[in-house]
């Protein structure tokens, strides 16, 4: 079963810094490139970084570029999202994916809400 499960949510004051772990399994982790979404209460679902399966390429998303950074192990079969200087307006859930074929496969999420 292709499944991802994603850890390191928590509560923040902001300008603190939480690292965020998806860990994959079931398909093969460096053949895909990964993104990370997030979700605030009311808001629509809005992508915020993602990096490629064959050079490590990154994008982000302007409101958080500078402030986080994306990264992978393909040892691991993790993606890892180190965010830094974070503001009460990342608090969100979060989401890492992968789209495999015409299938995307979403993990749980993990909470992350940071207080001002």
């Known amino acids: 079963e292709r499944q991802l499960v994603e850890s390191g949510g928590g509560l923040v004051q902001a300008g603190g810094s939480l690292r965020l772990s998806c860990a994959a399994s079931?398909?093969?982790?460096?053949?895909?490139?990964i993104g990370w979404f997030r979700q605030a209460p009311g808001k629509e679902r809005e992508g915020v970084s993602c990096?490629?399966?064959?050079?490590?390429?990154?994008n982000y998303a302007d409101s958080v570029k500078g402030r986080f950074t994306i990264s992978r192990d393909n040892a691991k079969s993790t993606v890892y999202l180190q965010m830094n200087s974070l503001k009460p307006e990342d608090t969100a859930v979060y989401y890492c994916?992968?789209?495999?074929?015409?299938?995307?496969?979403w993990g749980q999420g993990t909470q992350v809400t940071v207080s001002s």
């Open positions: 994916n992968v789209r495999i074929a015409a299938l995307w496969v």
């Open positions: 990096i490629s399966e064959y050079d490590g390429t990154t």
């Open positions: 079931g398909f093969r982790f460096d053949d895909y490139a």
